[in-house]
């Protein structure tokens, strides 16, 4: 079983920056694809970037040139740097951990952005 803890949210005006943090524990395989996802009230939850166990990372145009995902192998963990935040990026964030054949979702942590 693997348990994944994310940290790192809060209140932010726009145009300011947060750093989303996933903690995984439990049985990790080496090779794993992280990756996050965010959800806002009433809507879908949607993609916002992802990073292989090898450092390949892709992200929703959203958040392109504005949003950085990393990981930390040792640390079994990812982060999410969000900068130049918008009022749109307003969402519960979760971490997502892929390891063949299950996938992991922690439970969450809300971002939003508001002047």
């Known amino acids: 079983q693997v348990q994944l803890v994310e940290s790192g949210g809060g209140l932010v005006q726009p145009g300011g920056s947060l750093r989303l943090s996933c903690a995984a524990s439990?049985?990790?395989?080496?090779?794993?694809?992280m990756a996050w996802y965010r959800q806002a009230p009433g809507k879908q939850r949607d993609f916002v970037a992802v990073?292989?166990?090898?450092?390949?990372?892709g992200y929703a145009d959203s958040v392109k040139g504005r949003f950085t995902i990393s990981r930390d192998n040792a640390k079994n963990t990812v982060y999410l740097q969000m900068n130049s935040l918008k009022p749109e990026d307003t969402a519960v964030y979760y971490c997502k951990l892929n390891q063949v054949p299950s996938s992991y979702w922690g439970q969450g942590t809300q971002v939003t952005v508001s002047s």
């Open positions: 439990g049985s990790i395989s080496r090779i794993t694809t």
């Open positions: 990073i292989t166990s090898g450092g390949t990372t």
